[in-house]
C-alpha cells in the first residue's frame, strides 16, 4: 500500500512569512499533484510535477519533486491570508496513474 | 467552461435509505472519478468510469456501493442501505479522454452525506 505522508500536520504563521510543507513517501511515483482544499469545497489543482527533480513556480508557491521521484515539496513566499487552506499532495503510479494516492494534508494558517 | 458539477451538496439520509449522488463532469472531459473524505482521513479513491465503462472499482466497498456513467446523463454513485459509517464528503473528478491526460483531473465541489 502507497502512503502519502504530509508535514506539517498544522501550520500557523503570519503574512508575510516564508513557509515550506513537505509530501513524503517510500514509494515511487510517476507523477504528483499538489491540490489546496477550502472549507466545504473540492480540491483545486495547483500543479502537477512528473520529472524527478522537476521544479515548478506558480507566481509565489515553488513546487518541486524529488530526484528519486518519492518526494515532494511546496514552498511560499511572503505568505498572504488568502493562502490560507488545506494543502494535499496526491501520487499517481504506472499504468494506475488515475488512482491517486492522497496525504492527509496540511492546514495552513496565514494569520493578517 | 463549467467545472465539475455535483448535486446534491447535502444529503441527509435515515440509516437503510438509499443515497444517490450526481456528477456532471467538465465539458469535453470523459472520464470520471469517485474519491470518498471520510473525517480525519485523506481522499480515498473509489471508483474509476468512462462512459458506459467501469474501468477500475478497486476502492469501491463489496457491497451496497455501485457506480454508472451512462451514455447520457450524469454519473452516479449510489449507496443502498446506508449506515452511519457511510457518512462523509463524495468527491467526483474528470479529466480528458487521452492517454496520460489523468493527472489533468478537476474535482467537483463534493456531496456531504450525512446519515442520521
Known amino acids: 500500500t502507497q502512503l502519502l505522508e504530509q508535514s506539517p500536520q498544522f501550520l500557523s504563521i503570519q503574512e508575510g512569512e516564508n513557509l515550506t510543507v513537505y509530501c513524503n513517501s517510500s514509494?515511487?511515483?510517476?507523477?504528483l499533484q499538489w491540490y489546496r482544499q477550502e472549507p466545504g469545497e473540492g480540491p483545486v489543482l495547483l500543479v502537477t510535477?512528473?520529472?524527478?527533480?522537476e521544479v515548478k513556480k506558480l507566481k509565489r508557491l515553488t513546487f518541486q519533486f524529488g530526484d528519486a521521484r518519492k518526494d515532494s515539496s511546496l514552498h511560499i513566499t511572503a505568505a498572504q491570508p488568502g493562502d490560507t487552506g488545506l494543502y494535499l499532495c496526491?501520487?499517481?503510479?504506472?499504468?494506475?496513474?488515475?488512482?491517486?494516492?492522497f496525504g492527509k494534508g496540511t492546514l495552513l494558517t496565514v494569520n493578517p | 467552461n463549467a467545472g465539475v458539477m455535483q448535486n446534491p451538496r447535502h444529503l441527509v439520509r435515515r440509516r437503510g435509505q438509499e443515497a444517490r449522488l450526481r456528477c456532471s463532469p467538465m465539458?469535453?472531459?470523459?472520464?470520471v472519478y469517485w474519491y470518498r473524505q471520510l473525517p480525519e482521513e485523506g481522499l480515498k479513491f473509489m471508483v474509476y468510469?468512462?462512459?458506459?465503462?467501469?474501468?477500475?472499482e478497486s476502492g469501491m466497498p463489496k457491497e451496497r456501493f455501485s457506480a454508472e456513467f451512462p451514455k447520457e446523463g450524469p454519473s452516479i454513485l449510489r449507496i443502498q442501505q446506508v449506515v452511519r459509517g457511510d457518512s462523509a464528503a463524495y468527491f467526483c473528478?474528470?479529466?480528458?479522454?487521452?492517454?496520460?491526460?489523468?493527472?489533468?483531473?478537476?474535482f467537483g465541489q463534493g456531496t456531504r452525506l450525512t446519515v442520521v
Open positions: 473528478a474528470s479529466s480528458p479522454p487521452g492517454r496520460g491526460r489523468e493527472t489533468e483531473a478537476f
Open positions: 514509494s515511487v511515483f510517476s507523477s
Open positions: 510535477v512528473v520529472t524527478g527533480g
Open positions: 496526491a501520487g499517481g503510479s504506472g499504468g494506475s496513474n488515475y488512482k491517486l494516492t
Open positions: 465539458k469535453g472531459h470523459s472520464h
Open positions: 468510469l468512462q462512459k458506459e465503462n467501469i474501468i477500475d
